[in-house]
Structures are given as C-alpha cells and as structure tokens.
C-alpha cells in the first residue's frame, strides 16, 4: 500500500516538475486541467478525493520552478476552508466550481491585508470563527517577489455566511497549518533548486585552471547546503503526514517545518547567490527570483520566531 | 504489526524500570577506571541477559532483532536514561561488524561469543602522521613464516588500556599505492611488544592511549580478509554501523540532553525560549535523519553521503547545545568539574560537555572530511587533487 502511494507520488512529483519548468508563468486552466486544483475536492464533485500529501507535492514542485501562480489562495487556501464548512449546498456548488475552474477563489485567512493571489479572484472567502463569501475591493500590495500575488481586500458585500464543522478555533488552527506547511513545502523545492543550481555551476566553472567545485570552500559550502536541507526535508515530511491525518498535535510539527525550513531557504538561495559569483548577482541570471521568494515565503503565515515561540509555550512547565 | 510494537515498548519499559539503577548517575560521578570497568561489564551483561545487547546481530549469534524493534529498544533507553556501552562499543560494533563481513568462519566462532563474555576491543587505525589521511598509515605487518610482525604506533586508541583484543591496520606492502597495500588484523592485545600509553585528553580524562607495537608477533590466521584488503574491508565496515548507533545518540539527545537544557533554563526569557525552540527543531530532524538512515540501510538504499550528514549533522548540534548549556548556566556552570561516567555525550555537566564535544567533531573523520565525503560521494562535485 505504502509503495502504491510512493510510485503515485513519484509520477506526481515528475509530471508536475516537468509541467512548471516550462514556463514560469501557469495559467490557472493549466492547474485545472493538470488536476491540481482539485486534487483535495471529492469525486462526486469532479475532484480528484486525494489528500494533503498529493497537494505538498504540488507545493514542493512550484517552489523548485519559482512558478508564478494562483495555487496557494485558489487551491490550497480555498480547498482547505470548503472542506472545513458544514455541508450545505453553496459549499459543495463552490467546491465543483474550483475543480472544474469555472470559479476561482482567495482566502483571507490572518488579515485582509496580505491576501496571497486575490486579484482577479471571483470570489473572497474570509475566515473569522465563520467564513464569509465576499464580493470585495483588491488593491494590489506589490511586493519585491515577483512570483506571489498579495493584495489588501475590502469587503464590499457579504453574499453568504458558512460555518465551519465542529470547533471553529480548530478548523481555523487546522487552515493555518496547511497554509504554513505548504509554504514550507514551497521553501524545501526552492531550496532543493538552488542546490541542483548550484551543484551543476560550480562544476562547470573554472578559476586557477580548476572546476571552482574542487575547492574546499566552495564543495563545504554545498555539503552545508546539502545537510540543512536533508533536515529541513525531515520537518516538512513529518509536518505534511501530521496536517494530512489533522492530529491534534499537528501545531507542533508545523512550526517546527515552517521555521526550519523557511529560514534555511534564504540561506540557501543566498549561498547560491554567493557560489554564483558575479554572473549570481545578475539579474539573467535567475537566483534573486528564488531569493526574493525564499524571503517572501519565510514572512507568509508566521515567522520562524514566531512559530518558535509557538513551541516554546510547551516548555512554561519544567521537564518536557 | 503495530499493536505488536507497543507490545515490544511495554516489555522494554518495564524492564528499564526494574533494571536501571535509579542512583546510578551519582553512584557512577568520580569513580576509578576499576569501578567504571566494573559497572560497565555489569551493565552489558544486564542488556545480554535481556535479549538487549547486541540486537543488531545476526540471530545465529544472538541477536536478529528487527530493525523497527530495535528503534523501540534504544528509544525507551534513552528516555529511561540508561546507562551507555562505552567499554563494549568497539566490540559489539566495530569488530562485530568486521567479523561478520570479511572475517573467517573460525574468527567469527572465537570472538563473537567472546564478545558477549565481556572481551574488550579497540580500534588501531589511526597513527601520528595518519590522522584524516588514514590511508598513509605507516605501522607494519612483515610476513614471516606463520606470523605477521609488526612494528609501528597507533593513537586516539579510545580505550586502549582495558582492550583485549584490537582491529590493526597494518602496511604489508611497502611499495604498492598507499591504499592498496594495507592489511586488517586481529591483534592480541597481551602479545609481547604491545605497550600502551594512555594520553590525557582536553577533559582530563585518559581513555584515549597510544598503542606502541615493537616486533609483535600475530598468528596468519588473524588476518581478515585477504592480503592488502585491509583499507577495503575497513570502508565497508566503519559506515555500516553508524545508523543505529547514531539513533541512540540522537534519542539520549532529544530525551535527557534537552530536558536537562530546558530544565537548566531560565525559560520565561524569550530569547533563551527562542534558542531551546531550534535545539528541538534541530534534535527533531536528526531523528528524522536516523530513523531513515537505519531503515534505508536495512533496504540497501543508503545513499552515500547519508552516514556523513548525520555524523556532521550531529556532532556539530551537540558542539552548539553544550555550549548553550555553559552560556545559560553562568559562572556556576564552571564549577561542575565532575561527570558521570556511562553517560551518554550529553550529562548536564555543561562545561565538560562543551569541551568534549570537539570528541565528536574531530575523530571518525573531522568534520571537514565530513563535508568533503558529503560534496564529493553526495554531490558529485569534483575531487581534490590528493595524493595516491
């Protein structure tokens, strides 16, 4: 059973990575049709009835592509508050809408002010201890990372209140820890990209009549690289299985992903500047995009501090 | 299959609960080496008794636990706080690990139930001028009849002066590549011209020794492995123990270690709070690395950089959490000039943890050999020029 899942996510990961490294920019028909989008809605409503694991994958693979697209606000956001809602008809209308790509959706989950991917949404869904469906104002917040979409939402007109199944307070604690693992997932991919990136170049090029990658200070670099995304990939590993099986305890696993490896994609993006050397400054040359988006990313849905204060409340009684 | 497993954790809890001396940290603070060897041979013949020593063994031989019982096993160890097999390591491990690789049928039937008798190993690899360049070890192995005789001086020998027996590496063939004329040897540590010089180290103590050999005599029959091998049989079997070995380390970490941190901690300052938080993170994928290395190993699917990121990885997080603990502990930290021997890398006693940590960050291959095994095997970049 494990090994099917392997070979499925194995073809996932391949067939998304091939997708996104075509062209930067996807299209949101794209995401559709590839099935993404509704990956997480059921298969009565033409969804796909995966799961959060199958959605991380996607994750991990546009960070690895920079990829400039809706997917966080319109699926993953979006997704992930529907099938938190009671069951009413506008929820499963809205779920078969984002599936089939007729509707696209945003999420304001922790303020209205930073709504990733709001613009040219349909629809805003914003998330309080109900979620409203709001008909809204989006003003464009430009940030330097050219690759995410943020924008400050005004709610002109409530068109529908829905309520969450059960607690409200863990439906949305369930909603920020999806919204944070999938942008560490985000981080990992991006960083896995710089390595790959940086790997390749530095054997190809050559100082002092040798590759600059048989110097020490350079192939240390890289096995710095290496070791703190090996770990980072044990964080978010554990983070997606707990968000995926909604443990209580996830909070826990999430933090300790996001903080980890959200900081360490900016080292990592910023090392590969550095190995770069010149031609890694240049704006040809591609790596400040992963560089401004590392650091976006590490900002999006709490900072590593603040999750690791998240963590740090378990630690109030002596002996953990 | 998991019901089984918490089965297996209950059984192993309760025995840590009858087994494991409550006192056993204060008993052991400043004993002598004869105390120590005592309390040592005591203990692995406690874990013998109880299926727990050697787990990792074939069942012929005693062990053939399996793989995700054993990971049980040393995590209910370290979160009981047990004592730790330093005496035994080399034998349970290294030399274990050899025998069942390369040695002989008749080797293996000599030592291996030797072995969990309590025999004693140590291993003599390293030498004054081969130290990261192992290979351009100098001691040698001179064919002469029956016998090999050796003449050299080997160092860093971590319990030199308790071994019976010893893992030689020896040159016996002076003109061949340096790498290829190396031999591994079965060494008795009672032969005549085995001298041994226990060196004092940064913390005081005086497990490391030099091992003079001066015309030692070795029967043929303790060679492992066929002639000028050795440096092949030694790479096949310095790595392959290194997964659950490092699992027990990181649990004893992620257990005592950090809740002697937390509890030393003057948690309510967010800034102390904020460093505690990384250390968890941190201990939390080292675990992640272990359990995978020990499960990928099993499956033949080690990659092979993954032993020297978890050897790297490790060393350098107990380097950091120690000299957190002396940070945070203050003038009073300094005054703790005793540790428990049989403790784990980690005791609570901060500033000689702090210091002996550079025990991990340089032996077993530095961390900068570390870095280049992990850049050149993991990523493939190129090798330095290095001579043959």
């Not at chain 1, 192939?219 to 290496?226: E, G, R, T, V």
């Not at chain 2, 080399?90 to 030399?95: L, Q, W």
């Not at chain 2, 030592?111 to 190993?121: Q, T, V, Y």
Request: aromatic share 8%; proline share 4%; charged share 20%.
């Amino acid at each position: 059973m494990a090994h099917d899942f392997d070979e499925f996510h194995a073809e996932l990961r391949s067939v998304a990575g091939d997708l996104l490294a075509k062209d930067r920019s996807v299209g949101w028909q794209t995401l559709v049709d590839a099935g993404w989008v509704g990956l997480e809605v059921g298969e009565r409503l033409g969804g796909a009835g995966a799961t959060f694991s199958e959605v991380a994958i996607v994750c991990q693979e546009m960070g690895r592509a920079a990829s400039t697209n809706s997917y966080l606000g319109g699926a993953v956001l979006a997704v992930g508050v529907l099938n938190g809602l009671q069951p009413s008809e506008t929820r499963d209308r809205l779920l078969t809408e984002v599936a089939s790509g007729t509707t696209r959706l945003a999420v304001a989950l922790e303020s209205s002010e930073f709504v990733p991917d709001a613009e040219g949404a349909d629809r805003i869904l914003v998330v309080d201890d109900t979620v409203g469906v709001v008909d809204a104002t989006v003003t464009p917040q430009p940030v330097l990372d050219e690759t995410r979409r943020l924008a400050t939402v005004t709610a002109d007109a409530v068109t529908e209140v829905l309520r969450f199944e059960g607690d409200p307070e863990t439906a949305v604690g369930l909603l920020r820890n999806r919204a944070a693992t999938a942008v560490a997932c985000d981080s990992l991919g991006l960083s896995e990209a710089m390595l790959t990136a940086t790997v390749e170049y530095v054997k190809v090029r050559h100082q002092f009549g040798r590759a600059i990658g048989s110097f020490q200070a350079v192939k240390h670099a890289c096995a710095d690289m290496l070791t703190t995304i090996s770990v980072s990939r044990q964080l978010v590993s554990a983070a997606i299985e707990a968000v995926a099986e909604q443990r209580p305890d996830a909070g826990v696993a999430v933090a300790m992903a996001k903080s980890h490896a959200c900081s360490a994609a900016v080292d990592i993006a910023g090392k590969a500047m550095q190995l770069h050397g010149g031609i890694g400054y240049t704006w040809e040359s591609g790596i400040h995009v992963y560089l401004k988006r590392a650091a976006l990313n590490r900002s999006l849905f709490g900072s590593p501090a603040a999750h690791r204060q998240e963590l740090t409340k378990r630690y109030s009684f002596k002996g953990v | 299959m998991t019901t089984h497993l918490e089965k297996f954790r209950s059984e192993v809890r309760r025995w840590c609960q009858e087994h494991i001396p409550p006192d056993w940290r204060a008993a052991q603070t400043g004993v002598d080496d004869e105390e120590f060897v005592r309390f040592q041979k005591w203990w692995f013949a406690e874990l013998h008794a109880a299926g727990y020593a050697v787990p990792h063994w074939p069942a012929e031989w005693g062990g053939g636990m399996p793989i995700a019982q054993q990971v049980v096993l040393y995590s209910e160890l370290a979160v009981h706080d047990a004592p730790r097999l330093v005496l035994a390591f080399v034998g349970i491990h290294h030399a274990a690990s050899t025998l069942l690789a390369a040695g002989t049928d008749e080797q293996r039937r000599r030592h291996l139930p030797a072995i969990l008798d309590g025999e004693i190993w140590v291993q003599g690899f390293s030498e004054p001028e081969a130290g990261s360049d192992l290979a351009s070890l100098r001691t040698t192995a001179r064919h002469d009849g029956d016998e090999f005789v050796v003449n050299g001086q080997k160092l860093w020998a971590s319990g030199g002066k308790h071994a019976d027996w010893c893992l030689l590496l020896a040159r016996t063939d002076v003109q061949a590549p340096k790498r290829k004329g190396i031999s591994y040897f079965l060494m008795d540590m009672k032969s005549p011209g085995v001298e041994v010089r226990p060196i004092r180290n940064a913390i005081g103590d005086s497990h490391f020794c030099e091992i003079f050999l001066n015309d030692v005599r070795i029967p043929a029959a303790n060679l492992v492995g066929p002639l000028n091998s050795g440096w092949q049989v030694a790479q096949a079997t310095l790595g392959a123990e290194r997964g659950m070995t490092m699992l027990e380390l990181a649990e004893r970490l992620g257990n005592a270690g950090f809740r002697w941190l937390v509890q030393s901690c003057p948690v309510d300052d967010p800034i102390v709070a904020d460093r505690l938080a990384q250390f968890e993170i941190e201990i939390t994928g080292l675990r992640g690395l272990c359990t995978e290395l020990v499960e990928k190993a099993e499956a033949g699917t080690a990659g092979p950089a993954d032993a020297s990121i978890v050897k790297l990885f490790y060393s350098e997080l107990l380097q950091r959490m120690t000299d957190f603990g002396v940070e945070i502990g203050g003038l009073s930290a300094h005054t703790q000039l005793v540790k428990s021997s049989s403790s784990g890398w980690e005791s609570g006693s901060w500033v000689l943890d702090f210091i002996g940590s550079w025990e991990w960050t340089i032996p077993g291959g530095s961390s900068e050999i570390q870095r280049t095994i992990i850049a050149e095997r993991g990523l493939e970049l190129p090798r330095e020029p290095s001579a043959l």
